[in-house]
């Protein structure tokens, strides 16, 4: 079954670039699914931050648009996230899924801290 | 964006009771074309990721157990836990696929009376 890895630096500095990336394992990228980005502030809600499908169409949430670009690597099986300019606001656990009937296949989640 | 209100907040109900979680939308999430509401439900316990309960509504995900079941249609969308277990304690979400940006519910935390 399709499994899902998050793996990026822990650690950003404020104003600085996050970037995180997804493994997919046990099924293709190229696959007929959206690939998501989702991401929770400590102590608070799901908020959705974009997808990617296999063709690299993407979809963003409006409120980070501006920041977020989200790529494909069909070589490595993988999809990427990367948000700059980043603040506090943006300290949160980073979750990769993948679309299906809902989002039914989740990575671990790597929390990423944004300080100095 | 489609806003998701859940009701209540927090819950607390006995083992072996009903556990019912309200999801208001702030516009339908029917898709007229397939008859499908894009609507599904998520448990998620602390330090682990959301898990997919329900989707489209009322459909059980695979090895969820049959005392999670979801219900409505449009707008207005229940999670009902017929009889709760100890193993259902966690935070329960709604979310809508039904157009980006994806938005989810702000959590309802279930807790044992």
Do not use: M
């Not at chain 1, 989200?70 to 990769?96: H, P």
């Not at chain 2, 806003?3 to 029917?30: F, H, M, W, Y």
């Not at chain 2, 009889?83 to 979310?95: F, G, M, N, P």
């Amino acid at each position: 079954q399709v499994q899902l890895q998050e793996s990026g630096p822990g650690l950003v500095k404020p104003s600085g670039t996050l970037s995180l990336t997804c493994a997919v394992s046990g099924g293709s990228i190229s696959s007929s699914n959206w690939w998501s980005w989702v991401r929770q502030p400590p102590g608070k809600g799901l908020e959705w931050i974009g997808e990617i499908f296999h063709s690299g169409r993407t979809n963003f949430n409006p409120s980070l648009k501006t920041r977020v670009t989200i790529s494909l690597d069909k070589s490595k099986n993988q999809f990427s996230l990367r948000l700059t300019s980043v603040t506090a606001a943006d300290t949160a656990v980073y979750y990769c899924a993948r679309l299906y009937n809902g989002l039914d296949v989740w990575g671990q989640g790597t929390t990423v801290t944004v300080s100095s | 964006d489609i806003v998701l209100t859940q009701s209540p907040d927090s819950l607390a109900v006995s083992l072996g009771e009903r556990a019912t979680i309200n999801c208001k939308s702030s516009q339908s999430v029917l898709y007229s074309s397939n008859s499908e509401n894009y609507l599904g439900w998520y448990q998620q316990k602390p330090g682990q990721p959301p898990k997919l309960l329900i989707y489209w509504a009322s459909t059980r995900e695979s090895g969820v157990p049959d005392r999670f079941s979801g219900s409505g249609s449009g707008t207005d969308f229940t999670l009902t836990i017929s009889s709760l277990q100890a193993e259902d304690v966690a935070v329960y979400y709604c979310q809508q696929y039904y157009t980006t940006p994806y938005t989810f519910g702000q959590g309802t935390k279930l807790e044992i009376k």
